[in-house]
């Protein structure tokens, strides 16, 4: 009989003690983020490349290695397996012909957010959540409300009063209770600190609990398939919170242990905007945390996030990979975003457009090759940022009949 998950303890990511799975947990006693466990040798015996055929459409195909105790336990909306597209008009500009963009924007609510929020949701139904809390930019939440909706759970949304329209209206139509923030996320998560436990809400936060990780590192392992059994040379994420570094780099430590992989990894480059850099500037002063950013100043919503709870473990990532981390401006960003647009039609949400603007740099510094194959994640549809477009079009008058 297959053991549908694996799932054996929690860890803290500071001090390596482990805790049980079958209670509600944040953070661990000292306050660092949890990290999900599993049986991989028991794992291994049927999450195997040659075993994928034939297994559902979504992220859940590696149910062994994702929380959930059964099959219905999980709560989704197909997240995951998201097109891994060949940038090859892209890439010939940027003299980086192996590009690729693994486009997130494909998932149910718009983002990678959702694959993070299924794991999430699924886990605090089980262990008894009525309702929750989040601080966000806007993706994360917008994934919150409706996955909570989908579980029969409360939501409350904590977001910035500058957050682009189409996160609150996308909150509001599932249902969530959405109260906007005359501040950063930043502010916003300290709201969720304090009324949370006051009101019986279990918080969602970025690292403040064990499982939205979780459900983003199946981007590793669908690269892994996607690239027939190999890994990409380098992957550039654009990195606010920092999740997605941290859940990818964790994925291929199982996927070592479990014989899909051998010891090589990708080299793992952070992009954030030149107006909220945090970890790019404790990378290049050699730190292992990062200081709060004051006045974060950049347009990009999703990358306005001045302080990371996981900054020591992003570091670790790029560090350990080889990797890097730069910081690009905002109007580099937006024109990049356009540039994808006109030689790949794909309309990148500005995050993802902020990985192609430091492209360019990243080629002529060398950090990555010309025979390099580059991952770049876009993890939100453009749809969702289209009222920072500006269109400028000519307006003419009908032709006379």
Not at 90 to 104: C, M, V
Request: hydrophobic share 40%.
């Amino acid at each position: 009989m297959i053991q549908y998950s694996t799932l054996s303890n929690l860890e803290c990511s500071e001090t390596g003690k482990l805790f049980p799975v079958d209670e509600l947990r944040n953070l661990s006693p000292e306050g660092a983020p949890l990290l999900a466990r599993y049986n991989l040798q028991v794992a291994a015996r049927t999450l195997r490349p040659d075993y994928l055929g034939g297994r559902r459409a979504d992220m859940w195909r590696y149910h062994e290695v994702l929380p959930a105790p059964s099959e219905a336990d999980v709560v989704s909306l197909g997240e995951g397996l998201t097109p891994l597209v060949a940038a090859e008009w892209l890439g010939a500009r940027l003299g980086l012909p192996r590009l690729f963009i693994k486009d997130e924007g494909k998932n149910p609510t718009g983002s990678f957010k959702a694959r993070g929020m299924s794991t999430a949701i699924t886990m605090a139904r089980h262990l008894g959540v009525k309702e929750v809390a989040i601080p966000t930019a806007g993706n994360a939440g917008g994934a919150a409300a409706v996955y909570a909706s989908r579980a029969r759970m409360g939501a409350h949304v904590f977001l910035p009063e500058d957050a682009p329209g189409v996160h609150k209206v996308e909150c509001v139509m599932a249902g969530a209770n959405v109260t906007e923030v005359r501040g950063t996320i930043y502010h916003c998560g300290a709201i969720v600190a304090k009324q949370g436990p006051e009101k019986g809400w279990f918080d969602l936060s970025t690292f403040k609990e064990p499982y939205r990780l979780e459900g983003k590192k199946t981007m590793a392992y669908e690269l892994f398939e996607q690239l027939g059994g190999e890994l990409p040379d380098v992957v550039v994420y654009p990195t606010g919170g920092g999740t997605g570094l941290v859940a990818m780099w964790k994925a291929f430590e199982e996927m070592e242990t479990m014989a899909w992989i051998g010891s090589e990894r990708p080299r793992m480059i952070a992009v954030q905007a030149e107006g909220c850099a945090p970890l790019v500037k404790a990378f290049k002063e050699g730190k292992e945390k990062a200081e709060l950013w004051e006045n974060p100043d950049t347009r990009v919503s999703g990358l306005r996030a001045p302080k990371m709870l996981a900054d020591f473990l992003c570091l670790r990532a790029l560090r350990e990979s080889g990797g890097s981390a730069v910081a690009v401006s905002d109007e580099a960003i937006f024109e990049a975003q356009r540039e994808a647009g006109n030689a790949e039609g794909l309309f990148m949400c500005p995050e993802g457009a902020a990985c192609i603007a430091a492209l360019g740099d990243l080629r002529d510094r060398g950090t990555i090759r010309f025979k390099d194959r580059v991952v770049v994640f876009n993890t939100a549809t453009g749809f969702k940022y289209s009222d920072l477009v500006s269109t400028n079009v000519p307006v003419m008058d009908p032709l006379p009949e």
